[in-house]
């Protein structure tokens, strides 16, 4: 990949993620969040992880974040209103992420497989990458139980929001 | 410059950073369950980045992580539609969608 599309796609992922926490108002945020996912899509694309990427732009900026504004514009949200700050919760936050970076740029320097460069791929001449096809192979042959109970999930799922949205749980 | 893995290790530990301070810092419930989202994509994109620079005997990236990212982004999917829906009965109960309003269980 291109350093500097990854720089360009990983700056704009990273600021429109603090956008989201940041913003106020519940559907700038959202909103938001729906960049920053198309942002991970570019860089996916970047790793050649096409079938990926089409499914982060399908599933996650698509499905998931239309039910989440759904569900903000059902429930007519307000930009907030200014609170106290709880002064414990912000102390904490920034103690941890602090924290967090400190430990993650301790373990990247001494990673020892962490510098190699961008492998190349061996492909036969005049062939491009089909990462749909061997995808689909390791799915439906190492992992077709993983794949069946991952189908019963969503099917149990299904039922708990229909049982959950129902007008009274008995 | 060259890109190597460690910075794509370094991005997706400053995007779960940035999910982990909105669950820390954020009092609106949906937004949290948002930055949740956060953290998940950060985990894949770790995922993806492991697949791409393990290129295994044959030449090709190793496939069994991108499978891996694929049940994460399905799990997650089906997590939205819980969560949601567990947010709306929620909002119908008690007419709040904020944290702090919500302390029938606190001690």
């Not at chain 1, 291109?2 to 559907?27: D, K, Q």
């Not at chain 1, 949200?77 to 924290?99: P, Q």
């Not at chain 2, 994109?45 to 190793?62: I, Q």
């Amino acid at each position: 990949m291109n350093p500097l599309l990854f720089w360009l796609f990983s700056i704009l992922m990273l600021g429109f993620g603090i956008s989201v926490v940041a913003n106020r108002n519940p559907v700038a945020s959202a909103l938001s969040l729906v960049v920053s996912f198309f942002c991970l899509a570019a860089l996916y694309v970047g790793l050649d992880a096409y079938f990926l990427a089409s499914i982060q732009v399908v599933v996650y900026a698509g499905a998931v974040m239309v039910l989440f504004l759904f569900i903000i514009m059902l429930l007519d949200l307000k930009a907030e209103v200014r609170r106290k700050f709880n002064k414990l919760a912000i102390c904490g936050g920034a103690v941890v992420a602090l924290g967090f970076s400190a430990q993650l740029l301790g373990v990247l320097g001494s990673h020892p497989r962490g510098d190699q460069p961008f492998p190349a791929l061996k492909l036969a001449e005049g062939e491009t990458l089909n990462d749909l096809q061997k995808v689909g192979e390791t799915l439906f042959s190492q992992y077709t139980l993983p794949f069946q109970v991952i189908g019963v999930l969503i099917l149990v799922a299904t039922i708990g929001v229909i049982v959950i949205s129902k007008r009274e749980l008995k | 410059m060259t890109l190597t893995l460690n910075h794509y290790l370094l991005v997706s530990g400053l995007l779960f950073t940035i999910g982990f301070a909105g669950v820390m810092l954020r009092r609106n419930i949906i937004i949290i369950f948002m930055c949740l989202e956060l953290m998940l994509n950060a985990a894949n994109l770790s995922l993806v980045a492991f697949s791409r620079f393990n290129v295994g005997a044959d030449g090709l990236p190793n496939f069994d992580a991108q499978v891996l990212t694929f049940f994460i982004i399905t799990v997650a999917a089906a997590e939205v539609a819980v969560g949601l829906a567990i947010i709306v009965a929620l909002y119908r109960a008690r007419q709040t969608t904020h944290v702090e309003d919500i302390t029938s269980l606190k001690f």
